[in-house]
């Protein structure tokens, strides 16, 4: 049974970096053609693509926001790892993980959800 | 990037009755077409991939067609339960979703 999870902050000040953990079991990000993505969606507005992470370390990122995302593994962990800098109350919004197979970004198990509020 | 144009942003029909959303690429995606349900406070759910294939476990009133820049997802015959806003996805790098179709009961 896959089961994912953000973990977070829920408040982060405008210019703070944002950093959410995405703990799953499962699966293995070992396995040939898994991949995590990290999806948002700010209060009443549709799904916003952020990164993907593959099982052999390829990364992908939202070209609108790769200058401020990271995204890394640690697979002894089962974790995924997204950093976002120079937080903005624009960047107010749930941050969803989510899991993917056959080295494709189809998102057949997600997260619950964490709310991020970006405010001072 | 490509652009998704989803189409209606918003749907009000009655119980049993067919309903149909579009998706509408910028550049021609192939097949790569994911369509998802979220319904108030939830994470979306995968209804199906590839453009056309009925994920495990969803039923089979709900269906997918298209290829290369214009895609249609159907209800076949609208039940209660399917008030969810519906959203369209590719996945030819970079991913993007469409805006949305809020569906409700008329």
């Known amino acids: 049974q896959i089961t994912l999870k953000e973990s977070g902050p829920t408040l982060v000040k405008p210019t703070q970096t944002l950093t959410l953990t995405c703990t799953f079991s499962?699966?293995?990000?070992?396995?040939?053609?898994?991949?995590v993505g990290w999806i948002r969606q700010p209060p009443g507005k549709a799904l916003e693509w952020l990164a993907l992470i593959y099982w052999n370390d390829d990364k992908r990122y939202s070209p609108s926001l790769k200058s401020r995302l990271t995204i890394t593994k640690d697979t002894s962990k089962n974790q995924v790892v997204l950093t976002m800098t120079n937080m903005d109350p624009v960047d107010t919004a749930t941050y969803y993980c989510a899991h993917s197979q056959l080295y494709e970004a189809i998102f057949d198990y997600w997260g619950q959800g964490t709310l991020v509020t970006v405010s001072s | 990037d490509i652009q998704m144009t989803q189409s209606p942003s918003s749907l009000s029909a009655s119980v049993g009755d067919r309903v149909t959303i579009t998706c509408q690429a910028s550049?021609?995606?192939?097949?790569?077409l994911n369509w998802y349900q979220q319904k108030p406070g939830k994470a979306p759910k995968l209804l199906i991939y590839?453009?056309?294939n009925l994920e495990t476990g969803v039923p089979s009133r709900f269906s997918g067609s298209g290829s290369g820049t214009d895609f249609t997802f159907t209800i076949s015959s609208l039940q209660p339960e399917d008030i969810a806003t519906y959203y369209c996805?590719?996945?030819?790098?970079?991913?993007?979703f469409g805006q949305g179709t809020k569906l409700e009961i008329k």
């Open positions: 590839d453009a056309s």
């Open positions: 550049q021609d995606i192939s097949n790569y």
């Open positions: 499962g699966f293995s990000l070992s396995t040939s053609g898994v991949g």
């Open positions: 996805q590719q996945y030819d790098n970079p991913y993007t």
